[in-house]
């Protein structure tokens, strides 16, 4: 079985803080994706990787950076935590395939006093 | 760029009722993917669908993609409060190997004992 995991389940940050999101795949995925997900406004894109060192952007990349050294494991880094990055964190791979399936972690939930 | 709506935006049933979910694309589909989010939790995938006309059953959870590939929905049959959860469906809209998927706002699913 795939396996998505994500450092943490609970996070709580001040504003400006630096944050880190990790989240490791054991399946030897090509891709990984940073999503955050909000009442009402569904799954969004941060950021995905098809490669190691390789990003590119998603729908909402402002705010955030994105790390990927290993192909294992790709990181979420908000430089300046703020407020309104509060949210649900979730991270998924897939092995890069035309319809392949993506594979999503248990998700971190974050909050930006 | 590729919009989906998924309907109802929430549903409340009595435990061994049937119901449908419906989602919605405003282009073509390459490929239509059910998953379920037990709250506050990461996303389960359920099916997968590429086809048109093409229709496939998990249980008591039947998926289908309609002929134009525009339109899927998912039905569960005699539901349970183990059916409870957020339905989201997922779409490729183009057939390559990055996979990005654009998701619907997804359905929250009460089951009633």
């Known amino acids: 079985d795939v396996k998505v995991t994500q450092s943490s389940r609970y996070l709580v940050k001040r504003t400006g803080e630096k944050v880190f999101l990790e989240c490791v795949q054991d399946?030897?995925?090509?891709?990984m994706f940073w999503y955050r997900q909000d009442p009402g406004l569904g799954l969004r894109l941060i950021y995905f990787?098809?490669?190691?060192?390789?990003?590119e952007k998603g729908d909402i990349p402002e705010g955030y950076s994105v790390s990927r050294e290993k192909k294992e494991r790709f990181s979420l880094i908000l430089e300046s935590a703020s407020t309104n990055q509060t949210s649900m964190y979730l991270c998924?791979?897939?092995?890069?395939?035309?319809?392949?399936?993506?594979?999503f972690g248990p998700g971190t939930r974050l909050t930006v006093l | 760029s590729q919009e989906l709506e998924q309907s109802p935006q929430s549903l409340i049933v009595q435990e061994g009722k049937n119901l449908t979910i419906n989602c919605t694309s405003s282009?073509?589909?390459?490929?239509l993917y059910w998953y379920k989010q037990k709250y506050g939790e990461g996303l389960i995938f359920l099916m997968m669908?590429?086809?048109?006309?093409e229709e496939k059953s998990h249980e008591k959870i039947t998926a289908k993609l309609d002929e134009k590939k525009q339109q899927s929905s998912l039905h569960i049959t005699a539901s349970q409060p183990s059916h409870a959860g957020i339905y989201l469906c997922?779409?490729?809209?183009?057939?390559?190997?990055?996979?990005?998927?654009?998701f619907g706002g997804g359905t929250r699913l009460m089951v009633k004992p």
């Open positions: 282009k073509t589909l390459y490929g």
């Open positions: 998924a791979s897939s092995p890069g395939l035309a319809g392949s399936t993506q594979y």
């Open positions: 669908l590429q086809k048109g006309g």
């Open positions: 997922g779409a490729d809209g183009s057939n390559n190997a990055g996979n990005m998927l654009t």
């Open positions: 990787s098809y490669d190691v060192k390789m990003k």
């Open positions: 399946m030897d995925h090509e891709n």
